[in-house]
């Protein structure tokens, strides 16, 4: 144990019990493909030495703000803000919420050594309002640190990074929930089976999500969490999301069809984090996490920013005592000829996290408004999204989640024209629940992610046959809209239309939902759009329709 990535600060006992340093010495590579796949399959992982090198390579090379606090401004304050103080009761900054700094085989003076930089951090960038993550970032790489001050210039070259393309670490309570808000979106599209089990042992999903990152910094072991900041370090945030979504698949594979261990589901997680040792090694986790086909880096950025739009528009911008409001379908209020409370809160899972926050508001009822679809469109515009239920005269329940205000049909004069956006997807409840997506989130192959256009330069003509906002945030759920995708025909963009005379839902060999205007009709069957089967008997008479729209708790 003489390499000088592990020091005074580290419990050499814990230390020596678990690791070898009999890894490479030397890392020559420069090319960012090799070094991507020389972190993913743990190049540096038995070499605390090489490990170190690469840590001081990689974090140097970070774009910074021009003015960023260094080891010797460490040395300058850190007397001054610890003062007399003990290192081990010092206060930790308001910014990390209360999080315990994890120990990671670090002794007494190196969880001490946590604290003080945390607190010459809080001093250096009064910036940062949030952000529960650092003091395991810290403790990591007091292991590759000669002393305190080469720590904290590390530390603050992390924080300190001006790439936008290149986000590390959540530092505001809106970039943390709403980084939340992307996982769960992230979960519905990616993980269903883990969602539906959250769905179901949960009341509130958002706070199950809401600890995604907790499951990173600070539950992980520490040979999990060194492999996983390995990568990070390389390939930036959405690595974390990746590896996040593997935990959550291997947590539903090991629990499914067992009872949980206690009534609290998220606290069942951490346990089986913590513990995840028993179930996956490092390898196993990186290999499921990197199996996962997610889309670009830009894409998922362009969602953080729909999520971080809905939550400033509900004043959601720093932290507050959370309110039940995901999935907050209430059984004295809710009224619906169609659905259960039950039912609708089904759905209210599959729906992006910005509407999760919304409660449910009858737009539309057939047997209220009448059976014309002329009524339908005038009660349903003004509102976006909005969700549409059909009840058979067979008792069959199906329908669909619309992206897209319906007034966008009258931008084609009289003409029957799809539009929307890869968020629409179409459902049936009864006899059975099945959910069908858009065909290219489950077949990514069927397309290549398109070039991102600078905002001037996106209203050029796509496959969309609307007009396309010049703000990027206004995109809502990015990776889903089909203009930044090169798809082999139309069809597989037809996601609503709407005339005089009819409604349709889902295109290209047929129509998953064809109601008539007196919605009276209807008829499913497959599509190319959504791929599904038909949603119910394929022609059908209509008992009931409704149509639902997402309001604001806040303006009940």
């Known amino acids: 144990m003489d390499s000088p990535g592990y020091n005074c600060f580290v419990d050499r006992d814990k230390m020596d019990a678990s690791i070898q340093d009999l890894g490479p010495k030397e890392l020559n590579c420069t090319e960012l493909p090799e070094l991507k796949q020389l972190a993913r399959q743990g190049y540096w992982a038995q070499s605390h030495a090489l490990r170190g090198k690469v840590y001081q390579r990689l974090i140097r090379d970070i774009p910074c703000r021009t003015v960023t606090p260094d080891a010797s ?77 080469e720590c904290f210039e590390k530390a603050c070259r992390i924080l300190a990074c001006n790439d936008p393309s290149k986000k590390l670490i959540d530092q505001s309570f809106l970039a943390f929930e709403s980084s939340c808000m992307t996982f769960g979106d992230l979960v519905n599209k990616y993980c269903q089976a883990a969602h539906k089990l959250m769905v179901a042992v949960s009341e509130d ?193 199906c329908g669909a989640y619309l992206s897209t205000d319906w007034s966008e049909r009258n931008k084609f004069g009289g003409k029957l024209s799809f539009f929307g956006t890869g968020e629409c997807f179409v459902f049936r409840l009864q006899p059975e629940v099945q959910r069908y997506e858009w065909v290219v989130i489950k077949h990514p192959e069927l397309t290549r992610p398109a070039s991102f256009k600078a905002p001037e330069a996106a209203a050029a003509p796509s496959l969309l046959s609307h007009s396309v906002s010049s703000d990027p945030a206004d995109r809502l759920s990015p990776f889903l809209a089909a203009r930044h995708f090169n798809l082999p025909s139309k069809t597989e963009s037809m996601f609503m239309a709407g005339g005089n005379d009819c409604l349709i839902i889902g295109g290209g060999g047929g129509q998953a939902l064809y109601i008539d205007g007196d919605l009276n009709r209807g008829r499913t069957g497959h599509c190319d759009t959504f791929n599904n089967q038909p949603l119910c008997s394929e022609n059908f008479l209509i008992s009931a329709v409704e149509a639902w729209g997402f309001q604001d708790p806040d303006t009940q």
């Open 73 to 149: 401004v460490y040395s300058d304050i850190v007397g001054k803000i610890v003062g007399k103080h003990s290192s081990s009761s010092l206060p930790l900054p308001e910014f990390v919420d209360n999080t315990q700094v994890p120990t990671y085989c670090l002794n007494t003076r190196g969880e001490g050594a946590v604290r003080k930089i945390l607190l010459c951090i809080a001093n250096q960038f009064p910036d940062i309002s949030f952000c529960p993550a650092l003091p395991a970032v810290v403790a990591l790489l007091l292991h590759y640190s000669i002393d305190e001050a």
């Open 205 to 397: 999903v958002l706070q199950v999500y809401s600890d995604w990152q907790r499951w990173l910094f600070g539950e992980l072991p520490l040979n999990y969490f060194a492999r996983v900041f390995d990568v990070f370090l390389v390939e930036g945030y959405k690595v974390l999301y990746r590896v996040a979504l593997a935990i959550l698949k291997f947590f539903h594979k090991v629990r499914a069809g067992q009872p949980l261990e206690s009534d609290n589901v998220k606290q069942d997680i951490r346990i089986f984090v913590k513990d995840i040792a028993k179930t996956v090694s490092p390898e196993k986790l990186l290999e499921k996490a990197f199996a996962i086909r997610l889309f670009s880096r830009k894409e998922i950025q362009l969602l953080q920013m729909a999520n971080e739009k809905a939550l400033k528009q509900k004043g959601i911008t720093v932290k507050q005592k959370r309110q039940f409001v995901h999935l907050a379908v209430h059984a004295e209020n809710f009224r619906s000829e169609i659905v259960s409370v039950k039912e609708m809160r089904d759905i209210w899972s599959w729906i992006p996290e910005r509407f999760a926050l919304c409660q449910p508001l009858l737009l539309f009822s057939s047997l209220q408004h009448g059976y014309s679809l002329t009524r339908f469109y005038f009660q349903c515009e003004g509102h976006e999204p909005t969700l549409l239920l059909i009840k058979t005269t067979q008792k069959e329940v």
